[in-house]
């Protein structure tokens, strides 16, 4: 059974930092596909970051330069290090993982998703 267990959102000013953190348990973490999505209240859910099994990363535009994405192997840990946040980065963020070795910001492509965490950006 698939498990993938986010923590480490929270409320922050405008500027500030979290790095958000997903355990995953039940797959074989190192080759597949593992991504961070967000869906603020009304709106679509959207790929956020994303890093292959060969650890290639891709980010939405709108992260560029704030987001970096990175996964323990041995921890079977993703990471979301987030800098410089904004408010219109508030939203929950949820962690999700694709059997395939290659990634892409469609949330169709992914197999797996935690229940997700807030975060909520004040200015």
């Known amino acids: 059974q698939v498990q993938l267990v986010e923590s480490g959102g929270g409320s922050v000013q405008a500027g500030g930092s979290l790095r958000l953190s997903c355990a995953a348990s039940?797959?074989?973490?190192?080759?597949?596909?593992l991504g961070w999505f967000r869906q603020a209240p009304g709106k679509e859910r959207e790929g956020v970051a994303t890093?292959?099994?060969?650890?290639?990363?891709k980010y939405a535009e709108p992260v560029k330069g704030r987001f970096t994405i990175s996964k323990d192997n041995a921890k079977s840990t993703l990471y979301l290090q987030i800098d410089s946040l904004k408010p219109e980065d508030t939203a929950m963020y949820f962690c999700?993982?694709?059997?395939?070795?290659?990634?892409?910001?469609?949330?169709?492509?992914?197999?797996?998703w935690g229940q997700g965490t807030q975060v909520t950006v004040s200015s």
């Open positions: 999700a993982a694709g059997v395939q070795w290659w990634c892409s910001l469609r949330n169709t492509d992914f197999h797996y």
């Open positions: 890093i292959d099994s060969f650890s290639s990363l």
């Open positions: 039940g797959l074989t973490f190192s080759s597949g596909c």
